[in-house]
């Protein structure tokens, strides 16, 4: 196997790696991005970008995360194309293995690799992506001003999505499998309180309907069978995420979810010099602006760490 040696090593090309790689560049630490199988990471699947602060006019999720990328680039990171496929934290330099064959050793990581909304697995939800059918109600409920619009999920995610768009809509139908929600009580009261949210129990969907943009959904009872169709112009799923941190599993601590944990106000995980970022770490927040802030957060905790441990190596060298 090849092997190099490099101070920061930063795993994913989102706004919380490239953030990172600003910082770290920056600073002097010459970092070296890998960019994944998603170079740009989630906002290359998705149109409009409106609540990113320093766009007034909103701009296209890609051309955002060029920008991300010409400005990592601009004070000399190293963006290489290549997957993780395996770590090992357990001592120090870390190594890291990319595509299987080339293995780095680092002397911190920044994981920042994302997580990825489940989804329903229909061809028409595939299809109408980013033209009506959305994961994020944050994101882009603000596009569906005055319309209706349709939520999938009974967790405590899909009840918060549900209240906060039913401020903005005209109308919400939660669709709901069971004839009962996971969601707390507190939460599904908020829901029960919301005059424009109406809950369809038993209910499951067929096909989200449209040519170029969302206008119904078929839906099946699943308790009859029968099938309906249903008028909206939105539809949101909000059925989980999936952080993408499997290869990390062995050494780090996280939830029961996969996301991992990090010490509250800073990147830190569990082992020394390796410092966890954005949406793998985030499961409340999950913005653009936050994974670039705790990006920048992971890189300036590098560096401190980075500081120390050559103190440390200059002191037991004595
Ligand atoms: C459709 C959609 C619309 C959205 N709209 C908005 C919006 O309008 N505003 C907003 O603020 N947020 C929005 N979001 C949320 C936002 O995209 C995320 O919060 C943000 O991208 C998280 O950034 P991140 O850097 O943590 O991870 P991601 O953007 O998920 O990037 C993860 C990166 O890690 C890489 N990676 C993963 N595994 C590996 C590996 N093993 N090796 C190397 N690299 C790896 C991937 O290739 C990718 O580059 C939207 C999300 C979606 C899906």
């Known amino acids: 196997m090849a092997n190099e040696k490099v101070k920061v ?91 299987n064959k080339t293995e780095i050793e680092a002397e911190a990581v920044i994981i920042s690799t994302g997580a990825s909304a489940k989804w329903l ?58 004839d009962e929600m996971r969601a ?25 309907l449209g040519d170029e943009e969302v206008s119904g959904v078929r839906l099946k009872d699943t308790v009859t069978g029968e099938e309906r169709e249903l008028d909206v112009q939105g539809f949101f799923v909000a059925i989980g995420h999936k952080p993408n941190t499997d290869i990390f599993k062995d050494y780090l601590d996280m939830d029961e979810a996969g996301y991992i944990k990090t010490i509250p106000g800073t990147s830190k995980t569990n082992i020394p010099g390796v410092f966890a970022t954005g949406d793998a770490q985030d499961k409340i927040y999950r913005q653009a602006v936050t994974a670039a802030g705790s990006g920048c957060m992971g890189a300036l905790d590098a560096e401190k760490f980075i500081a120390e441990k050559e103190v440390e190596l200059q002191e037991a060298a004595l």
């Not at 595939?126 to 005055?146: P, T």
């Not at 707390?184 to 969907?205: C, D, F, G, H, Y």
């Open 9 to 99: 090593l930063i795993i994913g090309s989102g706004p919380a790696g490239f953030t990172a790689a600003v910082y770290a560049a920056r600073a002097g630490m010459k970092p070296v991005l890998y960019q994944g199988g998603q170079p740009g990471g989630q906002l290359t699947i998705t149109t409009d970008v409106e609540n990113y602060p320093g766009y007034p006019e909103g701009v296209m999720g890609p051309q955002m995360m060029v920008d991300f990328q010409k400005q990592a680039e601009r004070f000399g990171t190293d963006i290489r194309s290549g997957m993780v496929t395996g770590v090992d934290f357990s001592g120090w330099p870390h190594k890291v293995t990319v595509d």
């Open 184 to 208: 707390s009580k507190i939460m599904q009261q908020r829901v029960a309180n919301s005059p424009n949210i109406e809950v369809l129990w038993n209910t499951e969907t067929v096909e989200v």
């Open 121 to 178: 697995g229909l061809e028409s939800e595939q299809r109408l992506n980013g033209k009506g059918v959305s994961a994020c109600a944050v994101c882009d409920g603000f596009f569906f001003r005055g319309q209706d619009v349709a939520i999938v999920g009974a967790g405590d995610t899909a009840a918060e999505e549900a209240t906060y768009l039913s401020k903005l809509v005209n109308k919400v139908y939660m669709l709901v499998r069971r």
